[in-house]
């Protein structure tokens, strides 16, 4: 079929794009849902029109002037697909409506239409002139409202240019034919929300759709778009709508509101900066505050060089030491080693209470001495976050991580639910009930200390009434003593070694407590 015959129609409506011809429909299959989950264009599928029509590259002078549109904006979509394939950019023109004001005839043409005014050319103000897009192009096509069909007919079209056309390999660069659909934006925005950088995106996306010339936008258009989405979350503040947001959570999750209120302050562990020291005094009075056991072996190395020093170094750190005991150790050490004056040495005894175990035995730190678990998290938080992002994003995102962490947590429970340790000691039953409270990795914890029970012997039990007094020490070393202090009434445990206070886990002087204690159980139930 050479021509389009008198009176052959294109429609472009609502579910389907279809081009009469003496009565036929040519179904191009196209929707305006397709478009938006990714499928083919308006463009793409008016060019991929069946042997029974003509492709777009095809049409002739006379083909368009005697087509037919369901309505204005099908005529403009038409023509810019048309300049698409043709390698120019379409402009609105010309509008004429009729008395009440509806459109009537609309004209479309060449961006490259008219001529730049004089006036602008003669400035002297100007350090340096824009270069010259309007160059008089005629190209066009006009299309005007039948009353009789209710179509829009194309009354008049002028195809030829005055100047060169794009050609179809640098067609997708120009600004008219980028930008992201509906499906490329949902896509985008996910990825974005979920942390990836947009470099990667915009790998993904080319990987995904083939190509630049096959993608639809450039990496410009990609940044641009997430940057307006980012302005529109943030458009009466940032730290407003953060706010916001977690006020939103607060009022939807107790245990998040509950945590606003706490008056309890945790444990933080630095590496000993001292604006970050003030800083903490500030926002969280109550804390406990602990200098990183790494850091400070690490200055200790670069201050002292004493090999020896810097093993009893150690000692004085992690040793669970009592105060005086402490105290005592230190003195002996700093006079062993000949560093008694020593500046680094003062400087740290006079800030011992952030760093010796001693000062911390009745201090809830989770096992936690460096820095180095808080790096590891800082690595996860990094893989989320990033450092260009908004106050409202990093909150968005730290949710993602808190998801990760929570997920472990759920996955060590399962282990604890679902699994069974092999139980080795004649102790098998109180490492059973063990077993059902900690998690599988702590409880490797808890069982080294119901192994060291064996090795313990009570020195001394005193019977106070409501308390009862259990004096204990390891075989073979009765100068090491430990008390452990029980409260009948309220069935609590109080050990001098501070080990459940500082770490969560029972000590073997509690577990060799306990034991006794349900011996004497059951020698009352048997009597």
Sequence with gaps: MDEFCEGSCVNLDDDNIYINVTGDE??????????????????????????RGKRMEDLTPVDIRNMEFASEEHGEIFYRAYAKRHGFVVRKDEIDRDI????????????????????????????????????????????????????????????????????????HLLPSNRGLNNADKAQVG???????????????MLDQKGGYGSLGFCRKDLYNYIERQKLEKIKDGDAHSAL?????????????????????????????????????KQVFPNASHRLCAWHLHKNACENVKNAGFLDDFKVAMYSNFTEDQFELFWKRMVAKHGLVGNKWVSKTYENRSLWATAYFRDKFFGRIRTTSQCEAINSLVKAY????????????????????????????????????PVLTTSLCKIKSEASKIF????????????????????????????KLIFKMSHYCNRGSEFQVEYDVVNSKFVCECRLFESRGIPCSHIICVIRILKALTHKMEDH
Aim: hydrophobic fraction near 35%; charged fraction near 30%; proline fraction near 2%.
């Design 26 to 51: 040519f179904d191009v299959n196209h929707s305006e849902d397709e478009n938006d989950s990714g499928g083919p264009s308006v463009e793409e599928e008016l060019g991929r029109m069946d042997h």
């Design 100 to 171: 009440k004001g509806n459109v009537i005839m609309r004209q479309f043409v060449c961006n490259k239409e008219g001529n730049r005014n004089k006036k602008h050319l003669m400035r002297v103000d100007r350090k340096k002139n824009r270069p010259l897009t309007r160059l008089d192009c005629q190209a066009k096509i006009r299309i005007h409202l039948d009353y009789k069909t209710d179509k829009w007919k194309a009354v008049s079209f002028v195809e030829t240019h005055n100047h060169e056309l794009t050609p179809s390999t640098f067609v």
């Design 190 to 204: 996910r990825l974005h929300a979920y942390g990836v950088r947009t470099c990667h995106i915009m790998g993904y």
């Design 244 to 280: 916001c947001y977690i006020q939103a959570k607060a009022n939807n999750d107790p245990t998040l509101r509950a945590s606003f209120l706490a008056s309890e302050d945790a444990a933080v562990v630095t590496d000993g900066d001292s604006s970050m020291r003030e800083a903490i």
């Design 385 to 420: 976050v990033n450092k260009k992002d908004t106050i409202f994003e990093f909150i968005n995102r730290f949710e993602q991580v808190l998801r990760e962490y929570r997920n472990n947590e759920m996955i060590a429970d399962f282990k604890n639910l679902f699994t069974e």
């Design 439 to 466: 998690t599988l990795e702590i409880f490797w914890e808890v069982k080294s200390e119901i192994e060291v029970v064996g090795a313990l012997n009570v020195n001394e039990r005193l019977d106070q009434g409501d």
